[in-house]
């Protein structure tokens, strides 16, 4: 590009068009932590489901591992921040929601394991809501509206439903909320960089 | 009476450069370099004038070891692009109806 060719009036406005475009192609979100979350919240709520129908208690011990997934949480945060040349103006917002989300959750699983809260899943799912459909209305992301809407569908449906099969809901929300939306935003991303290399 | 297109942003480089900044909050050089397929050293002139007019910010600092610079545009900067692409939608307007 050069930097003092004469521009005609169209040829601004096409220039600030196209260079607007360019960045926004770039606000593509890799996807990673979508499926990451979706993924292991499926994997313990059906392992969890299963023990508790067939009386194997030591399969519940399953939830420690979204502790190991925060810390590949946090790998990939510090990653893809590493990799990241440009700061977006909700970027903060979202972070803060995320971490609070997260923080929120682990003083929940705190609470829940102290106090014998009857249906903890419905709580869980209406914090499951909360940053989800948050996102999807600050992205303008529409498989996350309807993720987080969802979440909090299921959470009605979990307070009628008999235990422990709202443990099923949690896996049908966490594919909801996060897993399809994770599928979608990854095709996304790596069409996008298809198109930058 | 057509009020006068900003000298500073009626550039193709600079106004790349602004177009790209009032979309982001913050960008380093070398995300700007590859979105407008410029030189490094022509960039950095135009970046250097923007910054003179106090459209954009540029921070130097170090980022894994290795010099890193960040721009981010001013509110000086975002009145002036507001009020250069006013000017340019009453030019085209004029252009239309004639």
């Given at each position: 590009?050069?930097?003092?060719?004469?521009l005609?009036?169209?040829?601004?406005?096409?220039?600030?068009?196209?260079?607007?475009?360019?960045?926004?192609?770039?606000?593509?979100?890799?996807?990673?932590?979508?499926?990451?979350?979706?993924?292991?919240?499926?994997?313990?709520?059906?392992?969890?489901?299963?023990?508790?129908?067939?009386?194997?208690?030591?399969?519940?011990?399953?939830?420690?591992?979204?502790?190991?997934?925060?810390?590949?949480?946090?790998?990939?945060?510090?990653?893809?921040?590493?990799?990241?040349?440009?700061?977006?103006?909700?970027?903060?917002?979202?972070?803060?929601?995320?971490?609070?989300?997260?923080?929120s959750?682990f003083?929940?699983?705190?609470?829940?394991?102290?106090f014998?809260?009857?249906?903890?899943?419905?709580?869980?799912l209406?914090?499951?809501?909360?940053?989800?459909?948050a996102?999807?209305?600050?992205?303008?992301f529409?498989?996350?509206?309807?993720?987080?809407?969802?979440?909090?569908?299921?959470?009605?449906?979990a307070?009628?439903?008999?235990?422990?099969?709202?443990?099923?809901?949690?896996?049908?929300?966490?594919?909801?909320?996060?897993?399809?939306?994770g599928?979608?935003?990854?095709?996304?991303?790596?069409k996008?960089k298809?198109?930058?290399? | 009476?057509?009020?006068?297109?900003?000298?500073?942003?009626?550039?193709?480089?600079?106004?790349?450069?602004?177009?790209?900044?009032?979309?982001?909050?913050?960008?380093?050089?070398?995300?700007i370099?590859?979105?407008?397929?410029?030189?490094?050293?022509?960039?950095?002139?135009?970046?250097?004038?923007?910054?003179?007019?106090g459209?954009?910010?540029?921070?130097?600092?170090?980022?894994d070891?290795?010099?890193?610079?960040?721009?981010?545009?001013?509110?000086?900067?975002?009145?002036?692009?507001?009020?250069?692409?006013?000017?340019?939608?009453?030019?085209?307007?004029?252009?239309?109806?004639?």
């Open positions: 590009m050069e930097d003092d060719k004469p005609t009036e169209q040829e601004s406005l096409a220039l600030i068009t196209r260079m607007i475009t360019k960045a926004k192609c770039e606000y593509e979100e890799t996807g990673v932590s979508a499926l990451l979350w979706g993924s292991i919240i499926t994997f313990c709520s059906i392992a969890s489901f299963i023990g508790q129908e067939t009386g194997t208690a030591w399969l519940d011990y399953v939830w420690f591992l979204t502790i190991a997934a925060v810390i590949v949480q946090v790998f990939i945060a510090v990653r893809e921040g590493r990799k990241k040349k440009y700061r977006s103006y909700d970027d903060a917002t979202m972070s803060g929601i995320w971490i609070s989300f997260g923080i959750m003083m929940f699983s705190f609470y829940a394991s102290n014998n809260i009857p249906h903890v899943n419905v709580l869980f209406i914090v499951y809501g909360i940053p989800t459909f996102t999807g209305i600050s992205r303008h529409i498989p996350m509206i309807w993720g987080g809407i969802a979440c909090w569908l299921l959470a009605i449906a307070v009628y439903t008999p235990l422990p099969y709202p443990l099923l809901y949690t896996a049908l929300a966490a594919q909801l909320a996060w897993f399809i939306p599928l979608i935003l990854r095709k996304r991303y790596l996008a298809g198109r930058n290399v | 009476m057509f009020k006068e297109l900003d000298p500073i942003l009626h550039s193709q480089l600079r106004l790349a450069v602004m177009s790209l900044l009032i979309s982001v909050k913050e960008a380093e050089f070398t995300f370099k590859e979105k407008t397929n410029a030189t490094a050293g022509n960039l950095s002139v135009q970046v250097q004038k923007l910054k003179e007019a459209y954009i910010e540029v921070v130097k600092e170090f980022k070891n290795y010099p890193n610079t960040t721009c981010h545009i001013t509110s000086q900067g975002i009145k002036a692009f507001e009020e250069y692409v006013k000017a340019l939608q009453e030019y085209l307007k004029v252009g239309q109806s004639k």
